[in-house]
């Protein structure tokens, strides 16, 4: 078992030299609440500037996994975590590394928008703020530009000092978006962007996505297939916390390898 | 008796309760107020009491109840806050949790004269502050510190859970997440809690006999040493309380007018609690609106 | 190397500033719990001084009737007879809560039941404002109108403990009422629904359902009421009469616990007997408030479990 990983690891860091495609893959990562293991040992890569979706029923184990990915199951008191996450060629699962420096490197969108209780500009500034930037024109720029890139700029650019509490659910969700993109990370974990907006809401977040995989590695979980099937370049397909099969999206969604992924697919269960 | 005559006579019966009881409160209220009013006026509010005349009024005693009361929230504030924000966001033990609970819920219980006698053990007598505006502004903190911890604690838990997740995903760390998104977010209902708690502080006196002492040395509000014993902002000079007072005039009977100064004194404590109440609503209300940007 | 990686092995300002904010938040909890320890432990050196150091005894400190520790009786022991402010303080809590439990069950009816429109208008308001009336403000009152009042239709003095109860029912029905709505608001709407969609008149639901459902959270109030009664000094000690005798009826002069702390802490000199003697009687009252406590922490266990 440990040989398999170190192999697996070696050809993937060699990937990595070689190509600078992978931004970041896990090697044998398990979550186990309590004594109940709910992720049993997922390897995954994830290649840069691509969006790779993760699919899966609910209690997959697929939001598990992508919290994971930026510590954010470091918050869940009794959650343990152990393999390796490697981004940069560093293990980010090893308590010697600074989870908040990995968060400003990888960021996170969550299920229901989440903006914080101040104004659409603040809502941006904020953590920058924090992080010792206070060059007025600077952050102004950087408002601007994120904004656009999450496609709000237009609708939100003379209200910039009302409370992000009274925009749309929609609205609120990209501003989180722009809000994530703001620290300037390296990959955007995305837990279930859409699933409480409406349709109109959704194409517009999807639209959001395209443009932003030209900068940014995103991984997606999401329970919509079609979703996946839109968006996404690679899919991983979850199933009771393990990962069955990880392809290219369209190769998954026509001639998967596995029956219980094409089962999935074909909408048998789940 | 068949069960529609017992519901119609166990209607009748709860409204007469009722009415009584809205009878009792409403003649306290009343009587509060015709008994006190005829004495409360700008002379009573800012003149020195008397010990064996009559005429005398309560402007020291308002000032001591004030001045302990900010004291006593100066400390309080910061420290039930820091306790909140432990038992809240970062006490991860349940079993740990649950015992600082424990002991906060005891310390709640605890009988004032108890506090009391305590904050008289500890700072009159041991760290040798005597009766003191000092040492009763300590031992208030005692006596205000659980419920204010409590309030805290149910405010902080009023943010959701995700504006926390917010924060941490953005790379701060929670300390700051609490501090810049959680405490702006629920302060309209911490000021809330403070306020009340504010109400309930000013208007005790068990806790403070033993410890801001039971008199009011004259005070010569143009004296700013503070050090001198007749400056108003000296916290080593003892300091009777408002609360304190019509109690002190009511037990020793020395002063003729002990009811008219305890009736006039008695009004002025109520609508002193009740604007407390009612600031802490109007405010609450208030901040909330404008945070939410409504 | 990447500087990324390597900010990525370092520790970021976050990371100092949490460390810091986390100890600061711990040190003030250490503070309140070491407060707690240490109010215990003082309170219960001292209470126990009088058994230990002053050779009093436990079995007449709880069943003497005669109460003079400056005094010593035949077999040399201080006379530290503590029963008639022990009955004082049980007689006066008892009747308040006793009295003002059926009000405040009224009243919580009236204002979950029957006409919660009424109730949150008129009683809401005015039960809010009185649990906020500091105890100084009723023990006046009780001894400008009850006491005299007590005094006309029972003859005697007027101070007693009839006088003390009155004043401790008005004190504490606003809290007991407060509590016994929160309570009854507890109970599910569709316990109600249920019963009255059976043909149950609504007496019959209320009392059947209603109060039932609620009895955990109503015997918590009662409880914390008499708990609030109890350990109150002022408002009880300035109708009381504070009389150490065992009361002889409800309009004799007699006194509780909290009554004779009040009057006696500042006549008596630290370290003598007659002090000591005062601390037992602050450690019977932190032990009472205990056993309230440890009270509603069952009721609540059990109200946790239906």
């Not at chain 1, 940069?88 to 989870?99: L, T």
């Not at chain 1, 904004?147 to 209200?159: F, P, R």
């Not at chain 2, 009878?23 to 509010?45: C, E, K, R, S, T």
């Amino acid at each position: 078992m440990n040989k398999l990983t170190e192999k697996f690891s070696t050809f993937t860091r060699h990937l990595d030299e070689q190509e600078h495609e992978i931004a970041l893959f896990t090697n044998d990562l398990r979550v186990r609440y309590g004594t109940k293991e709910a992720l049993h040992g997922v390897s995954l890569q994830f290649e840069r500037y691509k969006i790779t979706a993760l699919i899966g029923a609910s209690g997959s184990g697929k939001s598990t996994y992508l919290r994971s990915l930026n510590r954010m199951n470091d918050t869940i008191a009794d959650a343990r975590v152990t393999g390796q996450i490697k981004y940069r060629n560093v293990d980010i699962n090893s308590p010697a590394v600074d989870v908040y420096e990995v968060r400003k490197h990888i960021g996170m969108v969550f299920q229901r928008p989440n903006p914080f209780a101040k104004s659409i500009r603040e809502n941006i500034t904020f953590a920058l703020e924090r992080r010792g930037l206070h060059d007025r024109q600077k952050l102004a720029e950087i408002v601007e530009t994120t904004l656009k890139q999450a496609s709000l700029w237009d609708q939100v650019k003379d209200d910039l000092n009302k409370s992000a509490l009274a925009l749309s659910g929609g609205q609120q969700q990209r501003l989180c978006i722009a809000r994530a993109i703001a620290m300037q990370p390296d990959i955007l974990l995305m837990d279930e962007p859409a699933s409480a907006l409406d349709p109109i809401s959704t194409a517009n977040i999807e639209n959001t996505m395209q443009e932003l995989k030209k900068h940014y590695t995103i991984i997606i979980v999401t329970h919509s297939m079609q979703q996946a099937g839109r968006v996404s370049d690679y899919t991983a397909f979850f199933h009771l916390g393990q990962m069955i099969e990880y392809d290219e999206t369209r190769k998954i969604f026509t001639r998967p390898k596995i029956q219980l992924t094409e089962d999935y697919i074909s909408g048998h269960f789940g | 008796m068949n069960p529609k005559q017992a519901d119609k006579l166990m209607t009748f019966v709860i409204y007469l309760m009722s009415s009584v009881i809205i009878v009792i409160l409403m003649a306290l209220l009343i009587y509060i107020l015709v008994a006190g009013l005829p004495y409360v006026n700008w002379h009573f509010l800012t003149s020195a009491a008397k010990s064996f005349q009559s005429g005398g009024g309560i402007g020291a005693q308002l000032f001591n109840s004030l001045y302990l009361l900010v004291l006593s929230m100066l400390v309080s504030i910061p420290l039930s806050l820091g306790i909140a924000i432990y038992l809240s966001e970062y006490s991860q033990n349940i079993r740990v949790t649950t015992w600082i609970s424990s002991a906060i819920e005891v310390l709640s219980s605890l009988p004032s004269i108890v506090v009391g006698l305590f904050g008289f053990l500890v700072f009159v007598v041991q760290f040798k502050l005597s009766f003191s505006i000092l040492s009763g502004a300590l031992t208030l903190t005692i006596f205000n510190l659980p419920l204010l911890v409590r309030s805290m604690e149910d405010a902080l838990q009023t943010v959701s859970l995700s504006q926390r997740e917010a924060g941490l995903a953005l790379g701060l760390s929670r300390w700051e997440t609490v501090v810049h998104v959680i405490i702006p977010e629920c302060l309209p209902a911490i000021i809330t809690g403070i306020i009340l708690s504010a109400g309930r502080v000013f208007g005790e006196a068990a806790a403070l006999i033993y410890t801001a002492g039971q008199s009011a040395p004259p005070l010569d509000f143009t004296n700013w040493n503070v050090l001198s014993l007749t400056s108003p902002l000296n916290p080593l000079r003892p300091a009777e309380t408002l609360a304190v007072h019509i109690w002190k005039v009511n037990s020793e009977g020395l002063i003729p007018d002990a009811s008219a100064v305890s009736s006039g004194a008695s009004l002025v404590l109520v609508v002193v609690v009740l604007v407390f109440n009612v600031l802490a609503r109007y405010l609450g209300n208030k901040l909330y609106k404008h945070m939410t940007g409504e | 190397m990447d500087p990324i990686a390597k900010n990525l092995k370092q520790r970021s300002l976050s990371a100092k500033i949490e460390t810091k904010g986390r100890l600061i938040t711990q040190l003030c909890t250490v503070l309140i719990v070491l407060l707690v320890l240490a109010i215990f432990g003082f309170i219960a050196t001292k209470g126990l001084t009088l058994f230990f150091h002053d050779h009093g005894s436990l079995w007449s400190f709880f069943s003497g009737t005669t109460w003079s520790p400056d005094k010593v009786d035949s077999h040399r022991q201080p006379v530290i007879g503590a029963l008639p402010m022990i009955v004082g303080s049980f007689t006066v809590t008892l009747l308040a809560v006793l009295v003002a439990t059926p009000f405040a069950i009224a009243a919580a009816i009236f204002m979950t039941e029957i006409s919660p429109q009424k109730g949150n208008k008129i009683l809401q308001p005015v039960i809010e404002l009185l649990v906020g009336i500091p105890s100084v403000v009723y023990g006046f009152i009780g001894l400008a109108v009850i006491v005299p009042f007590v005094q006309k239709i029972a003859g005697g003095s007027g101070f007693g403990i009839l006088a003390g109860a009155l004043v401790l029912f008005v004190m504490i029905l606003p809290t007991i009422t407060s509590m016994t709505v929160d309570a009854l608001k507890a109970v599910p709407r569709y316990y109600r629904e249920a019963s009255l969609a059976l043909g149950a008149t609504r007496w019959q639901t209320i009392y059947k359902v209603t109060l039932r459902a609620g009895a955990p959270g109503i015997m918590t109030a009662v409880i914390f009421g008499m708990s609030r009664a109890f350990g109150e000094a002022l408002a009880v000690q300035m109708v009381i009469g504070n009389a150490i005798l065992m009361p002889s009826s409800l309009t004799s002069p007699s006194t509780t616990l909290t009554s004779v702390l009040t009057m006696n802490m500042g006549n008596t000199v630290m370290g003598t007997t007659s002090n000591d003697a005062l601390w037992t009687l602050a450690l019977l009252l932190l032990l009472m408030s205990l056993v309230f406590n440890i009270v509603i922490k069952y009721l609540a266990k059990r109200g946790a479990l239906s």
